[in-house]
């Protein structure tokens, strides 16, 4: 159980497009999402929390237009980069959390992002 | 905010030796600590878990502790293989926090050789 899957794995795109990545929980039903940055050899970097049916809260730092967040269902979180730029390359992680009491947050495994 | 720091940031053990990687963290309301195994080019995976009210927790060859006065808890993994090869992740929550957002400690790279 505890399945979180994304898509894409990897998806290389021009400087100026957009490109949006889902993360889906296959078993369960996550109130709450988050969505990670993971540079090389660095820690986990929290982008945003969403809810379910509400806005997602971003991070200091972290531009909300530049990355679209919505939470749709209890199943899917989808992120757009809007007008990406070789800076927003990276490798990109949704978490899925189910509903509380439950405190663990399961990870998908994770999308390569190459802006060229 | 919470800070969690995580020691060492690499450890290279024999096959069959144990490994013992640390965690502090500096919110005493901290109450839920996860750690987490990635491997390369994959998503982290959840392997343990502990609670403020209990001091221990194992699961076969990995265990974690925790001691609340000194704010740190430590993640050991014995007998280890070459499959616990990994960068390893701690991480500090509030339960009481409604978004339940996570503080993660830098990573630990393990290389068990064999």
């Known amino acids: ?116 | 905010g919470e800070n969690v720091e995580q020691h060492p940031s690499t450890l290279s053990v024999q096959e069959g030796d144990s490994a013992v990687i640390k965690c502090t963290y500096s919110d005493s309301a901290s109450n839920y600590f996860p750690w987490y195994k990635q491997e390369l080019g994959k998503g982290p995976q959840l392997i343990i878990d502990i609670r403020s009210n209990v001091g221990e927790k194992k699961d076969q060859r990995i265990a974690v502790t925790l001691n609340k006065t000194a704010k740190h808890f430590s993640l050991h993994i014995t007998e280890t293989q070459p499959e616990d090869s990994a960068v390893y992740f701690c991480a500090a929550s509030r339960t009481t926090d409604s978004w339940g957002k996570f503080q993660f400690g830098a990573g630990t790279q393990v290389v068990v050789t064999p």
């Open chain 1, 1 to 116: 159980g505890a399945v979180v899957s994304q898509h894409p794995s990897r998806v290389i795109c021009k400087s100026g497009t957009s490109v949006k990545i889902e993360c889906r929980s296959l078993d369960f039903q996550a109130t709450t999402m988050f969505w990670y940055r993971q540079f090389p050899k660095q820690s986990l970097m929290l982008m945003a929390t969403s809810n379910e049916g509400s806005k997602a809260t971003y991070e200091q730092g972290v531009e909300k237009d530049k990355f679209l967040i919505n939470h749709a269902s209890l199943t899917l979180s989808t992120l757009t980069v809007t007008s990406a730029h070789p800076e927003d390359s990276s490798f990109y992680i949704c978490s899925a959390r189910w509903h509380p009491p439950s405190y663990e947050q399961y990870f998908g495994p994770g999308t390569r992002l190459t802006v060229t």
